[in-house]
């Protein structure tokens, strides 16, 4: 019995992996239609977005089965829960990247410079490696790398609300441009979500490691 | 009675003589034993060390490859990994018998290692590699099949792509830096050439001007076809020196001649400060180029009415370093390793002005390293550049910088 568990644990553990490594790609191939201003490719990440859909639901499918028929305790049950939660938040990461392309999209129709957004790609690439540091602790067990992602939190949001003010001054100087801002201000803040998403992961990795749950305990202090 | 005291003492003797026969037979046959043991022995060490040296030679082999191999299992585990790919990615731990999505989080490679299980041939893909080095790796992967056909597991070979990336990158830069630098000067030319003939060249004020400015274009545009072409020259390596001792204080003078109209007009002082005596090992006119290409630009770049001082010393490892020291803004830091690189510009218009084409510095260190040496810069804070080249000094290692004759390094 507990040998079945196993097998099914590490196939769960490698199915959402998978689609952590769609999830990854898609963020990073959303930055790149932005920054190339490439339409087909933007569209390419709306329409993958299904794939990740499809993903949560086997996934809480497979979750709720083995929950139901294995009766796990401990670890193995920390390890469903926790793989229930990433997996919530890695459809997420997929919406907001989806959202992010439709952005793409919009902007690459928009003839004008790239005037008042030069931070988007220096915190789309930080949110990139949050997000992939946060799966590595996940792979590797490593909660001491969780708790540094966990750190990194705040400094993602003062970034984005300097970029948000930064395109509210533009829009105010140049009202012509505020369709273009508009679309820069969803990318930052979709930017924000991801680096949310994967603290969330990384919260949950030193539930599943450590068993202490340690959400919330930064905005308390 | 009779017959058995004959009989019995035979009978002893044959007893013996079988006892002794069979004692010596058991003799041999131990022997025969032992000396089949040893045969053994050395048969089964002799195999063991064949087998050993052909692992060994097998893992040598593996490990040497520049390219990243991996073996996995018809289960997608990693059976074998060669030390390539441990350097290029950050495993913790053994990586055997782990899964292949939870090493390289890639669903395109898991996705292409699934249809060659089942199969099918898909062609290689490009894979980005994150981290310190971002490196861009080419996947390709094959079934490996038994005899009756059968998959047996998964051989993926990585290629790094990262340099050839890189020089293209290089080369459409390059390309797109000359086709610039050319077209500049000419659209100058043609442009005073068509006011000329639109009928400027009536008044003769504007018709002097307007001469003046083809030739000065065209001027600029022979010097650059010029640069472009030695720095091809090195490049294919058709460069030869004329490698002979040169004393430095007898060279110096005739690059200073060359370069005292300019100097006046700025006007910059050149102090020349190269003690007697010091002799290198170079090629006459490429070290003068060497020099006037360094005290060009500090010229060009120093202050006016500021000074430029010449110096050269002798250091212990047989190589003689000049300093060429202007009193100029100076380089920031972060640009220093870059001004060697061709085309590379600080500031783009002023250096046109000036009538730079982008290339000297970077003929500069060719030249350099074609004799054997280095060249770099210095800018401390407080202003000011120190250009540094060394050359191997003559009359001290002879017969070693011989060998620098030969062509570029």
């Known amino acids: 019995m507990q040998r079945h568990l196993d097998q099914d644990l590490v196939a769960l553990k490698e199915k959402l992996l998978t689609m952590a490594s769609f999830a990854e790609t898609a963020v990073v191939q959303a ?56 997996n919530q938040n890695l459809e997420r990461v997929g919406d907001e990247a989806a959202k992010i392309a439709k952005c793409a999209r919009a902007l690459s129709y928009l003839d004008e410079s790239a005037e008042g957004s030069g931070d988007i790609p220096r915190l789309a690439e930080t949110v990139i490696v949050l997000l992939r540091t946060s799966l590595d602790a996940f792979v590797k067990g490593d909660t001491g790398l969780a708790r540094e992602c966990i750190q990194k939190d705040r400094e993602i949001d003062a970034r984005n609300k300097s970029i948000q003010g930064e395109l509210a001054d533009v829009m105010v100087k140049t009202p ?30 030193v539930f599943l490691y450590e068993g202490k749950d340690i959400r919330h305990l930064a905005d308390e202090s | 009675m009779l017959a058995w005291s004959i009989l019995l003492p035979l009978l002893a003797l044959a007893a013996t003589a079988a006892a002794l026969w069979y004692r ?27 087998a050993h040296s052909e692992e060994a030679q097998r893992e040598a082999l593996f490990n040497s490859m520049v390219e990243g191999v991996l073996l996995l299992d018809t289960q997608q585990r990693v059976r074998l990994v060669n030390r390539t790919l441990r350097q290029w990615f950050d495993w913790s731990g053994d ?7 939870e090493l390289f989080r ?60 890189r020089l293209e990158v290089v080369r459409r830069d390059f390309v797109a830096n000359v086709s610039h630098e050319l077209r500049t000067p000419l659209s100058m030319i043609r442009g005073a050439a068509e006011t000329l003939c639109e009928g400027a060249g009536d008044d003769p ?15 600029r545009l022979s010097l650059l076809i ?45 102090r020349n400060r190269i003690p007697c005596g010091l002799a290198v090992r170079a090629d006459r006119n490429r070290l003068l180029q060497i020099l006037y290409n360094l005290l060009d630009n500090a010229v060009k770049y120093g202050r006016p009415n500021g000074q430029i001082i010449l110096s050269a010393e002798s250091g212990r490892d047989g190589m003689v370093t000049v300093r060429v020291q202007d009193d100029g803004p100076g380089i920031p830091a972060e640009y220093l390793e870059w001004i060697f690189e061709r085309f590379f510009r600080l500031d783009r218009a002023r250096s046109r002005n000036q009538g730079g084409t982008g290339l000297g510095l970077s003929i500069v260190k060719h030249l350099v390293q074609a004799h054997g040496g280095k060249v770099w810069a ?32």
């Open chain 1, 31 to 86: 930055m790149k239609a932005l920054s190339g201003r490439d339409a087909g490719l933007a569209g390419e990440v709306v329409a993958a977005d299904t794939t990740l859909d499809r993903f949560e639901i086997e996934l809480d499918e497979l979750c709720i089965n083995l929950l139901a028929l294995k009766a796990p305790i401990a670890a193995d049950l920390r390890l469903i829960t926790a793989a229930m939660k990433i």
């Open chain 1, 176 to 205: 012509h441009r505020i369709g273009a801002c508009l679309q820069r201000m969803i990318v930052s803040k979709s930017l924000e979500r991801i680096a949310d998403h994967a603290v969330n992961v990384a919260e949950e990795v």
């Open chain 2, 24 to 50: 010596r037979r058991y003799h041999a046959l131990q022997w025969q034993a032992a000396r089949m043991q040893t045969e053994i022995r050395t048969l089964q060490a002799g195999l063991q060390q064949a």
């Open chain 2, 95 to 101: 990586p055997a018998d782990r899964s292949l999505i």
């Open chain 2, 106 to 165: 890639d669903f395109r490679l898991q996705d292409r290692v699934q249809a060659a299980l089942s199969g099918r041939q898909e062609s290689g893909f490009e894979m980005e590699l994150p981290g310190k080095m971002p490196r861009i790796l080419q996947a390709n992967v094959a079934a490996v099949k038994d005899l009756s056909g059968k998959v047996q597991g998964i051989i993926v070979v990585f290629h790094d792509l990262s340099p050839l990336k």
């Open chain 2, 205 to 219: 004020e504007a018709r002097r001007r307007f001469q003046e400015m083809i030739r000065k274009h065209a001027s």
């Open chain 2, 226 to 270: 010029e640069d472009l072409l030695v720095l091809s020259q090195m490049d294919s390596g058709r460069v030869s020196l004329d490698m002979q001792s040169l004393e430095l204080a007898e060279v110096v003078p005739a690059a200073l001649d060359d370069l005292q109209a300019s100097a006046a007009e700025r006007p910059t002082a050149i």
């Open chain 2, 378 to 409: 210095v800018s401390p804070p407080t202003g000011g550049t120190v250009f540094c080249f060394t050359l191997p000094q003559a009359g001290r290692r002879e017969e070693g910088s011989d060998a620098a004759e030969s062509g570029p390094a």
